[in-house]
């Protein structure tokens, strides 16, 4: 089977996750494995792309994290339905369920088996849902320190949770892992300053805005008059070369991580970073658009690299199965 074939093989993923995770071995778990899948493929491309970088037994534990994430984050960020309600009743039901050993819902299932198997700390799941909290009622934030509050439990938290399945070679991987999920929020944030307009919602700190002379009206008056003025070119830019700041601080820890994990890791951390280029090759024109990184860019930097993961893989079994 072709390298390509191989990693689109998703029910051999989960066979090779059950091979030494027999919770995987249970129908209803593997179906809820797969709605995670689903929700992964359909929302998160660049990560989903990342993800077919690692080794086949893993990838259904990163569905799961993604799933769980983006299925929370819908409550609050449908543009058409938005229910904070819901999110309040199904987060409080998945802690109830974690003890209980079975949350009510195939997502937090799906959550749930994968914090079994990788003994992810529940406080980071609680510290992602008091973020998901905060996106009820919060819509903006006076300093940089308070979004990295807010963030530490929408990002941060996510790069701690896949810290366990990538195989950290030592505990320092853990400080850039939190900075890399930042630093991949910061770029959403970035792309993302016009549907967050849109949702009543600026995650850019309001201390940045007034250094630069920016009040929210005159985003939505940019936004409406697809304009990017000198003073929300100037913001935006600052945004950005901040960013470029987190991937630097993170970057070192990339190699840190099992060499069978590097490329997945490697792959996002291009392709996030990419984000930020595609801004500014668009002129910071995000008020009123959605600007992203190309298919051929993708796939120009995932292809060499899906090459490099096969043959570390191999390396690996090769290592494993040497006679002493």
């Known amino acids: 089977m072709s390298p390509v074939r191989a990693v689109l093989n998703h029910a051999a993923d989960l066979d090779a996750a059950a091979a030494t995770d027999p919770q995987l071995r249970d129908p209803r778990l593997r179906a809820a494995f797969e709605q995670c899948r689903r929700l992964h493929a359909e929302h998160g491309r660049t990560y989903y792309l990342a993800t077919l970088l690692l080794p086949a037994a893993k990838r259904p534990y990163v569905w799961a994290l993604y799933g769980f994430a983006r299925y929370a984050d819908e409550f609050v960020d449908s543009l058409e339905h938005p229910d904070p309600q819901a999110l309040l009743d199904w987060g409080g039901q998945f802690l109830r369920g974690l003890d209980s050993g079975d949350p009510p819902d195939p997502v937090g299932r799906a959550m749930a088996a994968t ?3 990788w003994r992810i700390p529940r406080v980071h799941v609680e510290a992602f849902l008091a973020s998901m909290r905060m996106d009820i009622t919060t819509t903006g934030y006076a300093t940089y320190a308070d979004l990295r509050e807010y963030m530490y439990g929408s990002a941060s938290v996510i790069g701690l949770q896949m810290l366990p399945l990538l195989e950290p070679l030592t505990p320092e991987a853990a400080e850039p892992a939190g900075l890399l999920g930042e630093a991949f929020q910061m770029s959403n944030f970035i792309r993302d300053v016009g ?3 849109h949702r009543g919602r600026v995650y850019l700190p309001q201390e940045d805005l007034d250094a630069h002379g920016v009040t ?8 409406r008059e697809g304009t990017v003025p000198g003073p929300v ?3 935006l830019a600052f945004e950005v070369a901040r960013t470029r700041e987190l991937y630097r601080r993170a970057e070192p820890g990339i190699a840190m991580l099992h ?5 997945c890791v490697r792959t996002a951390f291009d392709l996030y970073g990419g984000i930020l280029g ?7 024109c995000v008020l009123d658009r ?4 190309g298919p051929a860019r993708r796939v120009a930097v995932a292809g060499p690299a899906l090459v490099r993961a096969v043959r570390a893989r191999r390396e690996q079994a090769r290592w494993v199965s040497a006679p002493a």
Request: glycine share 4%; charged share 40%; hydrophobic share 35%.
């Open 115 to 117: 914090m079994r198997r």
């Open 195 to 197: 549907e967050d307009l």
């Open 216 to 223: 929210r009206e005159d985003l939505l008056a940019a936004q």
């Open 233 to 235: 070119r100037d913001l």
């Open 259 to 263: 060499p069978t994990s590097r490329d």
């Open 278 to 284: 595609a801004v500014e090759r668009s002129g910071y």
């Open 290 to 293: 959605r600007v992203s990184v």
